[in-house]
């Protein structure tokens, strides 16, 4: 496949998943140290923040999913749920208490709730089957490229403002305006390629049970594994814990990031050529390594390596679940199908992380991160005994 054969509007989103994450990273690379280290907050705190953060982007999730399918857009969801994730930059800045950030945080999930399912049920509108996973994994790899210049950025400022976090938070504010900039000007709403015959409202029972065995298995996986896959926020606690200074924390996610950036493209490209199952298969198990180096680093560099393999698992497995995803429902049900898959997942994971909070104030982040490498066991055995999907 070549690559002026992708759609231009992959691209687009791309661009608009980059700039954002851009954003989002300078400030959540630092949000675990600033809520311990100036607002006094401990570990479980927040990994309840995180946990109920995602678990209420993903509950908004399924409605905006299903109402992008029910009046036939995508693109008015997707400058509401950007818009909204930009108006909220501010307040971190301003925060002066825990109440405060996660009132931010709560409306910024809110944010990528409304926005989350109908992107990608857009990607899936615009692009060929024989490419999705391509597709997917550009999109992927752009959106990690913010993840890992966000960090960068931060710790760049950092340094030159002596760990001003509030001044790094206020320029995150810029890029998440450029974000609606693009929405609005670069990108198009594609012409429905199915529709239903009358408008039914997709959340209801003889709606939902149009969404295949095959779209239930992947959910059932993904879940189990989300189980295994908390909050990065451990993973900067985690250099906090061995003595790494503030200012070099967004390195960890640097690190995680270039390799998930560097690896999800190729491997979605890998995906449409061989299959997924050995490649979802992989990435499993670069987690549970992970999970085991993360355990017992004891040095920066460890910490380092310990997020580039967890890095390499999301690469290995995130584009493909969300091809698997594309594939696996009516066109006109894309946007349902994705907003349960997230509500399903982000339910999980607000438990993961309250779990993994729980372990990190009770018995520290060695025992933390080997619950994480046995949960991944577990789904990886799982997958290997169950084989709910097929092999393309």
């Known amino acids: 496949m070549s690559r002026t054969a992708m759609p231009k509007g992959v691209y687009a989103l791309g661009f608009v998943s980059m700039f954002m994450d851009i954003s989002s990273e300078m400030i959540h690379s630092l949000l675990p140290l600033f809520l ?20 209420t982007a993903s509950i908004v999730k399924i409605f905006s999913g299903a109402v992008s399918d029910w009046i036939g857009r995508r693109k008015p969801l997707l400058l509401l749920g950007y818009g909204l994730a930009t108006l909220t930059k501010p307040l971190f800045p301003l925060a002066d208490s825990f109440t405060t950030v996660l009132t931010a945080r709560f409306l910024d999930r809110i944010g990528k709730g409304i926005r989350a399912a109908p992107r990608d049920a857009f990607l899936a509108d615009i692009t060929p089957e024989p490419m999705r996973g391509a597709a997917y994994g550009l999109r992927q790899s752009m959106d990690t490229t913010g993840a890992f210049i966000g960090p960068l ?10 760990n001003d976090y509030r001044t790094v938070f206020w320029i995150a504010v810029i890029p998440a305006l450029i974000v609606i900039l693009i929405i609005i000007f670069g990108i198009r709403e594609p012409a429905r390629a199915t529709a239903p015959e009358k408008k039914t409202f997709p959340l209801k029972p003889d709606q939902l049970k149009l969404l295949s065995p095959v779209f239930w298995g992947v959910t059932m996986v993904a879940s189990v594994l989300t189980l295994a896959r908390f909050s990065e926020a451990f993973l900067i606690l985690r250099g906090d814990s061995i003595g790494l200074d503030a200012a070099f924390a967004p390195a960890i996610l640097i690190a995680m990031n270039v390799v998930y950036s560097l690896s999800a493209w190729p491997v979605g490209i890998l995906s449409d050529r061989i299959g997924r199952q050995g490649l979802l298969v992989a990435g499993i198990a670069m987690l549970i390594i992970a999970d085991i180096v993360l355990a017992y680093a004891h040095t920066p560099l460890l910490v380092y390596i310990g997020a580039g393999l967890w890095g390499l698992h999301m690469g290995l497995t995130q584009g493909i679940i969300t091809a698997y995803i594309a594939g696996s429902v009516p066109a006109h049900l894309r946007g349902t199908g994705f907003g349960v898959y997230n509500f399903v997942t982000g339910v999980v994971l607000l438990l993961a992380s309250v779990i993994a909070g729980y372990l990190w104030s009770a ?22 005994v169950m084989r709910p999907i097929p092999g393309k």
Do not use: C, D, H, K
């Not at 311990?36 to 678990?55: D, H, K, N, P, R």
């Not at 018995?363 to 290997?384: E, K, M, N, Q, R």
């Open 153 to 162: 950025a931060a710790m760049l400022l950092m340094i030159w403002t002596f």
């Open 36 to 55: 311990t280290g100036v607002l006094g907050a401990s570990a479980l705190s927040v990994g309840i923040l995180e946990g109920i953060a995602e678990a």
């Open 363 to 384: 018995y520290g982040p060695v025992v933390t991160f080997i619950g994480g490498a046995a949960f991944s066991a577990i789904s990886l055995l799982g997958f290997l």
